[in-house]
């Protein structure tokens, strides 16, 4: 079974700051680490995934790192907005060993709250 | 594309009442999963389908939820009777197949279900 523990639960950052979540995960079949943001009253929309063989990826804003040997992935937001405050997740496939594709497991999630 | 849709968005029902979630997924995914968010538990996954075929069940907490999948377009979650504690927001979510087309998974708006 899979276990994803996400930090910190909570995290409030100034307009124009960096905001930094981190996960650490159990052993994987497949090293594939995407991050979800929801918007309260909406569903989760995946905003960043990074692929095997990768160790970082870039999207605008959004930085994904990855260290596979600690089995930690982090998310960052640099200039962070108003308009990223919202709950963050990340999530990983099964154990080693697991066979089940598609399947994930989902870190606590994390309040981001941006301030002007 | 739509996106996944769900109905109803909003169900306030009875204790011991039955209560059916319905859910269309993305056209041309191949994956199907059922969530449960609650503050207490996070985003749980309770099953999901591969091709219309249920492939992992062990998340469904106890006999009274059933799911099925009687086509590629759409998917049923029940509770039968229900009870206070599944008061919670229910996602569908959708997927491609592929290694790693199957995580990346497709979130619909929500069912907040009241069991009062």
């Known amino acids: 079974q899979q276990q994803v523990k996400q930090s910190p639960q909570s995290l409030i950052v100034q307009k124009g700051g960096i905001s930094i979540i981190n996960c650490a995960y159990e052993?994987?079949?497949?090293?594939?680490f995407p991050w979800y943001q929801q918007f309260p009253g909406k569903g989760p929309a995946l905003l960043i995934a990074i692929r095997p063989d990768v160790s970082e990826k870039k999207e605008g804003r959004f930085t994904i790192s990855f260290n596979k040997s600690a089995k930690q992935f982090s998310l960052h937001i640099m200039d962070s907005q108003p308009g990223d405050s919202a709950t963050y997740f990340c999530?990983?496939?099964?154990?080693?060993?697991?066979?089940?594709?598609?399947?994930?497991?989902f870190g606590q999630g994390t309040i981001l709250t941006v301030h002007p | 594309d739509a996106g996944v849709i769900q109905s109803p968005r909003h169900e306030v029902t009875e204790m011991g009442q039955e209560v059916t979630l319905r859910c269309k997924p993305i056209?041309?995914?191949?994956?199907l999963f059922w969530y449960r968010q609650t503050m207490m538990r996070g985003l749980e996954l309770l099953i999901y389908f591969n091709n219309n075929v249920p492939i992992d069940d062990s998340g469904m907490p106890e006999d009274r939820f059933s799911a099925k999948m009687p086509n590629a377009s759409f998917s049923t979650l029940k509770i039968q009777p229900s009870e206070p504690r599944d008061s919670a927001v229910y996602f569908c979510?959708?997927?491609?197949?592929?290694?790693?087309?199957?995580?990346?998974?497709?979130f619909g708006p929500g069912t907040r279900l009241t069991v009062t």
């Open positions: 052993n994987t079949a497949f090293d594939y």
């Open positions: 056209s041309g995914h191949d994956y």
């Open positions: 979510a959708s997927s491609l197949a592929g290694t790693v087309e199957s995580y990346e998974q497709y």
């Open positions: 999530a990983a496939p099964p154990n080693a060993g697991g066979t089940s594709y598609g399947k994930l497991t």
